[in-house]
């Protein structure tokens, strides 16, 4: 009788499958672009009370800053590990969903137009990118991503 020793999951077909995804997926322009975007609107954000000029307000000054450098981190691995940070997309997501929110919760009724402005603006191009991510991760082993047509 021989005895045979179970298939570690390093070595399953499935997790092999889903690896061969990640690797095709983040070879596409479509993936590259959407980290490239990704990355610099995160160090907008971050920026974002200096460039525009909203620094008086130091609690969404601080928002900002520690937000889209988080955002940045998050988004940024996608190329070098995308089959292990991929999931983050969701986290990414809801910072931008939080950005949006963040001049009323922050600043109240305070809020000025160029800080409401700015985060709703670049909180919906990351949220935007985040989904975009999610989307990627989505669409499956079997579907081409980058591509036109069947």
Request: with cysteine; aromatic share 6%.
């Amino acid at each position: 009788m021989s005895t045979q020793l179970p298939m570690s999951m390093e070595h399953h077909p499935d997790i092999l499958e889903l690896r061969e995804h990640a690797e095709r997926v983040t070879a596409t322009p479509l993936a590259q672009g959407v980290e490239t975007l990704a990355v610099l609107a995160g160090l907008f954000c971050a920026i974002s009370p200096w460039v525009v000029g909203f620094t008086g307000f130091s609690a969404l000054t601080v928002n900002n800053l520690v937000l889209g450098l988080a955002f940045t981190v998050l988004m940024g691995g996608f190329g070098s590990a995308f089959e292990r940070t991929h999931a983050r997309a969701w986290a990414a997501s809801l910072i931008g969903v939080w950005m949006i929110i963040a001049p009323w919760a922050t600043v109240g009724d305070e809020a000025i137009r160029r800080t409401i402005l700015t985060n709703c603006i670049t909180g919906g191009l990351m949220t935007c990118l985040g989904l975009a991510a999610v989307a990627m991760v989505l669409a499956g082993p079997g579907m081409r991503l980058g591509k036109r047509g069947g």
